[in-house]
């Protein structure tokens, strides 16, 4: 595995350094000598062979024992906390847990779609025309009929709405074989009163048309008892016999969905809930899955949960006949477990990714991306890429990481939090305190507000002096290589913010000096340079490069001096992470 690792560690760098070469007016990170051979050495070889092509043993080095002491191939053993309980899956939401929110009973159904049957008490719109002539609206009677003038009745109970007309004309051409058009039209329906009870929230009978979905009647009972009903046994009764069962997990994944013509005095009964597991982890969201029997096969749960990508072993727990069990299985041995109720079901992305993904930014040749092994490290990635020659400020190459941006962000939020509860809240013992400490809560709660809005950077300073830390890359990472330049640019609380050309020697007061002075507002003992490696440094601790960035922050407006100097701190940590002069 080691040899394995290294040869793709070597391919890799071997593409990136292929990508980069034959690039007219470009040298390598190398040449410069930005790190040393030994780095490189160390970075690209894990191990020192020796003559016999065999790792050769360092004088001192203690031989290691690499035999396992025990087989951890086995269904016994996985990534199990034996302290955690497993989930309740009477604690989890259940699969389709939100189909009910009154998306269903908004509208009703008129009833005019072709497969609808005709029933007594319908209307039935008729015009004949040609040989004879007949207009009229007929009502389907008790018996199923409509009586045609000048023909007779005409059973039609039974009938479909789109085999109604044809039905119709063939009895009066009957009569009037010659000349004649007929056009019907099923003008409105009887509505019927269907009883929806069970495992429901609000059982009792509810009025809408024949054609309504079950849903519909389920939505204005308020929904499925999410404790004690059933997704999967819901029964349509008509006079005491069972019309049909309708599992409504076909519907949540499927779309499908029977579509029976309800009559007045049906009755809809969702049944209890039935045997149920917990299904957690890796997936969209954790829900309660019902099974349809005692059982069912983890092909069945993985089709019903909506996993996430990469996800490859499953933990499987529950309790069996003979005692409590743990499996822990791959995706593929998981199709085929056996799942029974009350059983928890944990699904992880446990495969790790070998290779890391990085960008490059700035002055560079090449491509913006490359794929490197997992554990490459800055010092040989650089050594691969070109760089424009007599172009590149090497000294000022930073790492943009999100790991750090979260760190600066939560340690931002932390200190604001420390502000409020330190300087809010403390009771007045005289009237003129009541009046500062009210003055002193608008200042930190607008200071608070304005703060909270930055944006770390997430920048990772590697470059100090003439020499780059070496350290490990990380998935994500995006390098910054920049073009030098010839600025510094001045910002903050000074008169005139500007850009300036570079003069060295010069100090970053007498940038300020050139740029007009201080304003009113600045501290001026609060006065950084912010070098283009990410690095801010008080002006007073650190000379002015091409590039950079004077920053004068501004003074605290309150006369008190632990709550100034706490703001003054949270402004530097801003200046920091942000590179912003936050503004008073």
Known sequence: MKHAASFFRAGCLVAVACLNVGLANAQSFGSGSIISQDQQAQSMNSQVQGADGQPSQQAGQQAVDDQPRASWDSSNYGPVDPNQPPVDPNLLPPFGANLFTGGFRGVMADGLNPAYTIKPGDQINLRVWGGTQMQSVLTVDSQGNIFLPGIGPLNVQGTSNSELNSRVTTAIKSVYPENVQVYTNLQGVQPVGVFVTGYVKNPGRYSGTP?????????????????????????????????????????????????PQFRDGDTIVVEERGPAVAVVGD?????????????????????????????????????????????????????????????????????????????????????????????????????????????????????????????????????????EQTYLGYPARTTGEGEIQVRQAELIQKFVQKASQVEPTGRLVVARGDSIADIRLQDGDVITIPESSDSVLLSGEVTIPQAMVYTPGMSAEDYIQQAGGYTARADEDQVLVVHRNGAVISAGDTEVRSGDEIMVLPAAPTSNIELATSITQILYQVAVATKVALDL
Not at 233 to 258: A, C
């Open 211 to 259: 054609s309504d979905s079950m849903l519909y009647f389920l939505d204005q009972a308020g929904g499925i008892d999410q404790t004690l009903g059933s997704y999967r046994q819901i029964v349509i009764k008509r006079g005491g016999q069972t019309v049909d069962t309708v599992d409504l997990y076909d519907f949540l994944i499927n779309g499908n969905m029977p579509h």
């Open 283 to 419: 997936v969209q969201r954790p829900f309660r899955y019902e099974l349809a029997g005692e059982s069912l096969t983890g092909g069945d749960v993985t089709n019903l949960a909506r996993l996430r990508s990469g996800v490859s072993h499953v933990l499987l727990r529950g309790d069996r006949p003979d005692g409590p069990m743990a499996s822990y299985l791959t995706l593929d041995e998981f199709r085929t477990a056996e799942i029974e109720r009350g059983d928890e079901v944990v699904f992880s992305a446990d495969q790790r990714n070998e290779s890391i993904v990085v960008q490059v930014e700035g002055s560079y040749y090449g491509p913006s991306r490359y794929v490197l092994p997992r554990d490459a490290h800055l010092g040989e990635f650089l050594n691969a890429i070109s760089v424009p020659k007599n172009m590149t400020s090497y000294q000022d190459v930073s790492i943009r990481r999100e790991s750090v941006a979260e760190q600066q962000e939560e340690s931002l939020k932390e200190s604001l939090r420390r502000l």
